[in-house]
């Protein structure tokens, strides 16, 4: 098998990143575009040592689930990967990406895995967009990157953006023409503009606008806050996040508001969040509040027991504990947000919520040392999972139920195994789909601490043992 070779290959199956996959002369080939169940015709445009990657040129036969994409930039976009499936195939492929993870990476043979919860209209769903600007040879363009590339796929519309960050992207990249705002150029390190970032309250359609630039000494900077403010009233904020770095992180440390508030005010579940430029908070807020009600549901709270929330961002899910729990402990290690966390609980007049600024793996086993315990323990880590050291923390506190939030299977996995092994068993596992026609999935886990009768822990000292 060399690159350029063409075959008719069976999609048998599918990766965790959809490519479908089907095997010639022995050799698994991942095809880019297709679906199990279809026969193709592909050319390999890479051949490894155990595996190639070939692409199709032609559909011999096509799975009934197979849709055409609603977006005119999909194939070239590095967004919106499954748009060629229909939304219930989706559903069920996220389904076979959590499981497998789990019976995998976890080891957790024949586990079951609850259905997908999805959403009954899944477009326009995203409270935040960030659009990467650059110029071509007609002047400035914006919208989002190219699949493994820093190139500009120029977009008007996105069908997974809220309508306002579509609008107000367009207005602001037509005052910036008009005003003649210098772009910035990765390849020569010049220019002041480098993304257009948006942030929209879905129960006020208030937006944040966050301007990311070189220097906050931006050209003609009064003009371009005028005519914002004036076409998009909408526009509440509008911040300056200050990045000179030259890698390819996105936000820079430093913002600057000017104009308006310096946070965006939305509602979740009864609750008000304040939400400052920088702070996590999920972008799908329709299923976010069915994700949070889970996690609650899954606590198993009657009032009486001490929850820590590990990972809290802005406090979101810490408010929707305290309202069943005697005390909530967050723990977050932004201190803009945890600021915002604060603020959150006096304005939703919580009071039995706290929160400590620093490394849940760093926080947490002090609170330990000062006999300050959980009976319930949430984490919802970011995707590379939680520190080794808090997981044996977590083991060490004996909390009854530990209600795990991931948003990546394969890292949910590998911890999950590590508390199965220190005395906790699998109760449930709920997916939820926060990310319609991408590849990701959120997923919610309760585990709860095996019985005496069942279970017993012995740590052995194995140099006192060999020493002998």
């Not at 022995?26 to 390999?44: L, T």
């Not at 009934?64 to 976009?77: G, H, I």
């Not at 359609?205 to 009233?233: E, F, G, H, S, Y």
């Amino acid at each position: 098998m060399k690159k350029n070779d063409i075959f008719e290959i069976d999609i048998t199956g599918m990766t965790h990143e959809a490519m479908g996959v089907g095997k010639v002369e022995g050799i698994a080939v991942f095809v880019q575009g297709a679906i199990k169940g279809e026969r193709v015709i592909a050319k390999i445009i890479k051949v490894a040592r155990n595996y190639a990657i070939a692409r199709v040129e032609k559909w011999i036969t096509k799975s009934l689930e197979r849709c055409e994409p609603f977006c005119q930039v999909y194939k070239r976009c590095g967004g919106c990967s499954l748009q060629h499936m229909t939304y219930d195939m989706q559903l069920r492929f996220k389904h076979e990406v959590v499981k497998d993870n789990l019976e995998r990476i976890g080891g957790f043979k024949g586990i079951h895995v609850n259905p997908v919860i999805g959403m009954e209209k899944p477009m326009n769903y995203r409270n935040k967009a960030q659009y990467p600007v650059g110029m071509d040879s007609n002047g400035p363009i914006s919208g989002f990157y190219a699949k493994r590339s820093h190139t500009i796929i120029d977009s008007d519309s996105c069908g997974i953006q809220h309508v306002g960050s579509e609008t107000t992207k367009n207005v602001v990249m037509d005052i910036i023409k008009d005003l003649e705002i210098p772009i910035y150029d990765e390849n020569t390190r010049t220019g002041i503009l480098r993304h257009i970032i948006t942030r929209v309250s879905y129960s006020t359609d208030d937006i944040m606008l966050i301007l990311v630039v070189t220097d906050a000494k931006v050209p003609k900077l009064d003009k371009l806050v005028q005519n914002i403010v004036c076409r998009i009233p909408e526009v509440k904020s509008i911040i300056l996040n200050i990045n000179k770095r030259t890698d390819n992180v996105i936000l820079g440390d430093k913002v600057k508001t000017i104009y308006g508030a310096k946070t965006l005010i939305d509602n979740l579940g009864g609750l008000t969040f304040h939400i400052p430029p920088l702070s996590f908070y999920q972008v799908n807020p329709i299923q976010t509040e069915i994700l949070y009600k889970k996690a609650v549901e899954f606590a198993q709270l009657s009032g009486t027991e001490t929850v820590f929330d590990l990972y809290c961002g802005i406090g979101t899910i810490s408010l929707f504990l305290a309202q069943r729990a005697k005390r909530v402990i967050g723990v977050e290690v932004v201190s803009e947000a945890i600021e915002a966390a604060k603020q959150n609980a006096k304005i939703n007049n919580i009071s039995n919520a706290e929160f400590f600024c620093g490394l849940a793996e760093d926080i947490v086993p002090k609170l330990y040392e000062k006999s300050i315990t959980a009976d319930v323990v949430v984490v919802d880590p970011p995707r590379k999972g939680c520190d080794i050291a808090l997981l044996e923390t977590m083991v060490d506190m004996l909390p009854k139920r530990i209600v795990y939030v991931s948003c990546n299977p394969s890292t949910l996995a590998r911890d999950l195994k590590h508390l199965a092994a220190n005395g906790y068993g699998i109760k449930e596992v709920q997916p939820v789909d926060l990310f319609p026609w991408t590849s990701h999935v959120e997923t919610v886990v309760l585990l709860s601490h095996k019985k005496a009768d069942d279970f017993i822990c012995i740590k052995i000292d194995y140099n006192r043992l060999y020493s002998r």
